[in-house]
């Protein structure tokens, strides 16, 4: 593959102003729970990684995305955090799924007999984060990390009392597909 070099390019792209106000203000506040999900990752380099998963940017192209991201860490007052962020994306809830970034997967299990109504379910997941992008009608609470979930969880078993036995929890597997005639891992084919 030909080695292209090229030029920093420090032009502005186009941020929304009202997506830059909301992110900006979820950087100041400290909820714990709902959409924006905040990834911050350093580097030993001093350098970070930024990670803003939001369904607010399903009518956003990628480029936008990074420019919101860096005006609203600027507007939050975090210009020292701002100057270190080396990468800065945006994904929605189904983008960073699909890429395998939230493997972990918040449901109710309910049963006619249970005291709490699908819609109630639905609101209180809305409340944590939910998407309802993946699916149409239905909604799924996604996360990065098993603690995650689980502190999910437990605020949704909070915001509806005598839910505990409804709330599960699965991880996403990456299972590789075989077709006809393609080896396994152990030597053996299908």
Known sequence: ??????????SRRSTSGKLVDQLANEL??????????IY??????GKMRVLVVWDEWKDVALEDRTSTILAAYEK???KDNRAR???ASGLTV????????????VFPALRTSDPVTPQECRDAMLMEGATELIEPGRVQLRFATEEQADASKKRLVEKLPNSADIWCITRDIAIPDFGPGDEMAGGGSI
């Open 85 to 87: 962020i080396a990468l």
């Open 1 to 10: 593959m030909p080695r292209v070099k090229m030029g920093f390019n420090d």
């Open 40 to 45: 911050e990752q350093q580097f030993s380099t």
């Open 94 to 105: 189904p983008e960073a799924t699909a890429a395998g970034m939230l493997p972990y997967n």
């Open 76 to 78: 939050a007052g975090e």
């Open 28 to 37: 100041s506040s400290d909820r714990q729970a709902g959409q924006p999900f």
